[in-house]
């Protein structure tokens, strides 16, 4: 799965260099060319399937300094397994 | 010597493709950059073509890029052209369109048989719901929703009130928001809010009334904190019975007791008038006062004056509030000395926690009544808004008027004029429209759910794009009678239009598979007045179709009988479409039906109707160039131009210069809009010695209402799977509960058995329990109550006496 996000950093953030170096060492992220300039980080994510993408999403958003990480894309093509609903088999009525 | 490098394949240059669109998607969101997208589809090698459309979910109006190949959709991305939502999307929205492609889609019609069901033709199906209006067309009933898109809700409201003669159409909009349109009535005149989300852009102070946008509106919430993340001051407050993930981002939380939010809003009116802080000029100028009129109970109540009004806020000092609603008295202070500082910019959000209340017209009213008292109205950041949690409810059910009691535009069926008015526009013969009011949704399954002979007087009900068999109150009396309650329904026939398996279809007697968003053309409207199109993009699977087929096939069914309703004054099959020669459509045949626009026919007949209430539409084709339009939207030198503020000179073109403010639908007819006062009244249900716990129910950020689409998509699914209970530590230790555990948890109407989570998500008070209500295989609504709002006929379904026992493992 492919998908990119903006993470907010907060607003008075020491040492954004820091935060960038642990941006980046996490696989399969992939931060902007663009300096930050603004408190808004372009981040793009590839990712083998959709727990690790949530995993890698969790740990940018622990992150100190990241206020939170809104999801701007996803591309979803790749199958992923359909969740079955159970009913509960209540009696009817009809 | 160099050598060329190795081709790549066709394959990985897509992905190199799709990964640029993403970083450049998130590049032009994070700096703001001038240029918009659709980047994407300025690139040609992708092979995806994107398209516009609104999220499928709630009622926050996001608009998505939908990016289809070889008819599938395989991306989403956030618009960045959407003033909603400037390119961000929440969770949900981001995975809308694997909303479509759950293996279990229903794909063809099927009749119950005894136990099972049997695949029949559309043709027999369209029959089979022909023969039972035809056979008992007065105790035919069609349920639909705030989903319904405006031309579908337009048709079904047609086919029922045009043509049956019959008033029994309510949607599942009168379970969430029922309350916020007898508010804005009662206080207005006219229903919808007169601020928007530019509010949330210029506000100083966010309250929030028993709503948790963090994550029912993640969007929107995210528009503030992303203000503050900016450096500047924005003071959110938060009025819960629980604290919640938007808790956790405001500055102030106030944990009131159920219904003591009518005690604090009659705190802060107190305080205004005793330190002398409310805004004389304001309600000099533009207002009038109110109160219930026992003797004569009516939504407008009776006129009392200024001195009244004082005298009946006299016991609400602080501390009386406080210990009504459990909020301190210098929490109360603190909330009346920002109203009363002229200099601040205030709004208000609320959602089901005022709605989903049994007084919930009265604090709906006295909300408005506080921002109306302290002039906080009528400017940019200074507005009380309403919520919605449907895509359509405000743009289908409260403007096309899908009520038992309403008729497009904002008129009701009581009102003769109103229905000739309607019947003029519909060319249908005078007396058409029946002016009694149907029945409500409550009344209409209680109806449902009575054997024939006890005077149930609904023998069949159509259920459209919702899930009643899971989200209405007390399931246990109101859709699924347990044991010798069930006798005497035999003759009782449930139609169910839907695009999965859901706990409504689980007892539907005909079931029909419907096309879902992107798989046909639409326009909703969201809460802040913007009606919004989209274009169908993919087919939908098997022989699913739209729901608007499905009602004018029915019809059409009805005519070739003979049936005259379906006729108009000229003789004409009801929804005749003529194309630009002049030449009729038949699309009620399905290999017809989108041989033309047929929203938009519907659309420009409806638009009709918007004028009548100052809610003028523009045409269709202005909503195709846009991302939705805020009403009333008005031709000015050949531009339709949309309303940000209503009732507020210099941004309503219906405010008459020098004006200021003008209520111009004044239910006083003198442009005055009604501050009210209501007393604080207990809830309808509270905790005692049987049942010690209150019972709070509602959704969570991953799943959408019922669960019925996002339980589908895997992502979401495995981030919340199922429901649970939400108990205070010190509760859990006083039963023997730790996180997982099972409780058995029972009201006065069912029972249920459900895992707890010990300071979870939300964090409840003692002796509050918190469940939502997403969960099929745990319907928690079997406990709910189904007592209503006496004007807006809405359940509370955040108030049940409940109490629990520990299962053991």
Redesign the interface.
């Given at each position: 799965m492919?998908?990119?996000?903006?993470a907010?950093?907060?607003?008075d953030i020491a040492d954004l260099s820091e935060i960038v170096s642990r941006i980046s060492c996490i696989p399969g992220v992939?931060l902007?060319d663009?300096k930050?300039?603004?408190?808004?980080?372009?981040?793009?994510i590839?990712s083998p399937d959709?727990?690790s993408?949530?995993e890698i999403t969790r740990r940018l958003q622990q992150i100190p300094g990241v206020?939170?990480v809104?999801?701007?894309?996803?591309?979803?093509?790749d199958e992923?397994?359909?969740?079955?609903?159970?009913?509960?088999g209540?009696?009817?009525?009809? | 010597m160099s050598r060329d490098p190795e081709p790549r394949s066709d394959a990985l240059q897509r992905r190199d493709f799709i990964k640029a669109s993403a970083m450049a998607a998130a590049a032009a969101i994070a700096g703001g950059t001038s240029f918009a997208l659709p980047i994407l589809a300025d690139e040609p090698a992708s092979g995806v073509d994107w398209q516009k459309a609104p999220c499928r979910f709630c009622g926050t109006g996001c608009h998505v890029q939908v990016g289809v190949q070889e008819g599938k959709v395989v991306a989403i991305a956030g618009d960045r052209n959407a003033e909603v939502n400037k390119g961000l999307l929440c969770v949900k929205g981001y995975h809308v369109g694997a909303a479509l492609y759950g293996k279990d889609r229903l794909t063809k019609p099927l009749l119950r048989e005894g136990d099972n069901y049997r695949e029949i033709s559309w043709e027999e199906a369209i029959r089979t719901i022909a023969d039972r209006i035809q056979a008992e067309p007065n105790r035919f009933a069609f349920y639909g929703s705030g989903q319904w898109t405006i031309p579908e809700g337009y048709a079904a409201q047609k086919f029922m009130k045009g043509g049956l003669s019959n008033n029994h159409i309510d949607p599942n909009a009168r379970l969430c928001m029922a309350s916020a349109v007898t508010g804005f009535l009662a206080t207005y005149g006219v229903d919808e809010p007169a601020g928007c989300y530019d509010d949330l852009d210029a506000c100083d102070v966010l309250i929030m009334w028993g709503n948790n946008p963090a994550e029912m509106h993640p969007v929107l919430f995210s528009r503030v904190i992303d203000r503050r993340s900016r450096g500047e001051k924005v003071t959110l407050i938060d009025i819960g019975t629980r604290r919640t993930r938007t808790t956790e981002a405001c500055q102030h939380y106030l944990e009131m007791k159920g219904h003591g939010d009518l005690a604090i809003a009659n705190g802060i009116a107190h305080l205004l008038i005793k330190n002398g802080t409310y805004s004389q000029k304001f309600v000099d100028s533009f207002c009038s006062f109110k109160a219930p009129d026992d003797a004569n109970p009516n939504l407008h109540g009776k006129t009392i004056s200024f001195d009244e009004y004082k005298s009946l806020l006299e016991p609400y000092t602080p501390e009386h509030v406080e210990s009504l609603s459990g909020v301190p008295a210098e929490q109360i202070r603190m909330l009346a000395d920002l109203f009363g500082n002229p200099k601040l910019k205030i709004t208000s959000l609320w959602c089901m926690g005022m709605n989903q209340h049994t007084r919930g017209t009265a604090i709906n009213t006295m909300v408005h009544g506080i921002h109306l008292l302290s002039g906080h109205f009528g400017t940019p950041g200074n507005a009380p808004t309403s919520l919605t949690g449907q895509p359509s409810a405000c743009g289908t059910v409260r403007e096309v008027g899908t009520l038992s009691h309403a008729l497009p535009g904002g008129m009701v069926v009581a009102d003769a004029e109103h229905r000739k008015m309607a019947e003029d526009i519909w060319r249908v013969p005078p007396g058409r429209i029946n002016g009694t009011a149907g029945h409500h949704t409550v009344k209409m399954w209680e109806s449902f759910c009575t054997p024939t002979s006890q005077g149930g007087d609904i023998g069949t009900i159509w259920v459209q794009v919702t899930n009643p068999g899971q989200t209405l109150p007390n399931l246990n009396k109101l859709f699924n009678p347990k044991g010798d309650n069930k006798a005497g329904l035999e003759d009782k026939f449930l139609i169910v239009s839907d695009v999965y398996p859901t706990a409504t279809t689980r007892l539907a007697d005909l079931i029909l598979p419907s096309a879902m968003w992107v798989e046909k053309n639409g326009m909703v409207g969201n809460s802040e007045r913007r009606t919004q199109q989209w274009f169908k993009m993919v087919d939908p699977p098997g022989e699913a179709r739209d729901d608007c087929w499905q009602t004018i096939a029915v019809a059409y069914e009805l005519h070739k009988r003979g049936i005259e309703g379906m006729k108009d004054r000229d003789g004409q099959f009801l929804f005749e479409v003529r194309n630009a020669d002049g030449a009729a459509v038949p699309i009620w045949d399905w290999e017809h039906y989108y041989d033309t626009n047929v929203d938009e026919h519907l659309f420009e007949e409806y638009r009709k109707f918007s004028r009548f209430k100052h809610k003028d539409l523009a045409p269709y084709g202005e909503y195709v160039k846009a991302r939705g339009l805020r009403w009333p939207v008005v031709e000015t030198n050949g531009q339709w131009r949309e309303t940000h503020f209503r009732f507020a000179e210099g941004f309503d073109p219906y405010v008459a210069a020098g004006k200021e403010i003008q209520f111009y639908h004044s239910s006083t007819h003198d442009d005055r809009a009604q501050i009210w006062f209501h007393p604080w009244i207990a809830p309808a249900e509270v905790p005692d010695q049987d049942y010690p716990f209150m019972l709070c129910t509602g959704r969570v950020l991953e799943h959408w209402h019922s669960g019925s689409m996002t339980r589908r998509i895997p992502e979401l699914s495995r981030a919340m799977p199922g429901a649970y209970a939400e108990l205070h530590p010190e509760d859990a230790a006083t039963h023997g509960l730790r996180n997982g555990d099972r409780v058995k948890m029972e009201s006065r109407r069912g029972s249920l058995v459900i895992p707890v989570w010990i300071d979870g998500r939300g964090k409840p008070p003692r002796g509050t329990v918190f469940v939502p209500f997403f969960d099929e295989t745990l319907l928690i609504n079997d406990l709910t109550l189904d007592a209503v709002d006496p004007f807006s006929k809405q359940p509370d379904y955040k108030k049940a006496a409940v109490r629990i026992s520990k299962v053991p493992s």
């Open positions: 492919i998908a990119s996000l903006v907010t950093l907060d607003k992939e902007s663009a930050a300039v603004t408190h808004r980080f372009p981040v793009m590839d959709p727990d993408l949530e206020a939170f809104d999801v701007v894309f996803v591309h979803f093509e992923s397994d359909s969740v079955p609903v159970t009913p509960s209540k009696p009817t009525c009809l | -």
